[in-house]
């Protein structure tokens, strides 16, 4: 039988259950032609890596990056994580916005990169 329930949806619940709800929203979501054929020639559902960001799994960030992050939440700042897979590090940012649209924890974008494009 089918219902109106999406994969993604399931997914969605999924992810709260394991990291909690969304702390923000990602914005436009892009990524890189690097990233993109990372995650298509292993495989990678690059959504995982997005779903733990937005619920404030920041990866391998240092504890600097960590701070930040939770204040960037609280004032719209830019949001960093870094994630390791098959070799490769993977960079998820949540751009900044200014003060009048942090309001709903909204964002401009988010790119998911790999480390060795920057």
Known sequence: MCTDTTL????DLAANDE???PRFGLGLILATIAASNFFNRNGINAMEYLRRHERGQWGDVPPEDDHANEEAIKNGGRIFSVYQAEGQT????TEAVTESEATGNHRASTCLSLRHEH
Do not use: A, N
């Not at 993604?8 to 997914?11: A, E, G, K, R």
């Not at 993977?90 to 940012?93: A, S």
């Open 90 to 93: 993977i960079w998820v940012i």
């Open 19 to 21: 990291f909690g709800p």
């Open 8 to 11: 993604s949806d399931t997914l």
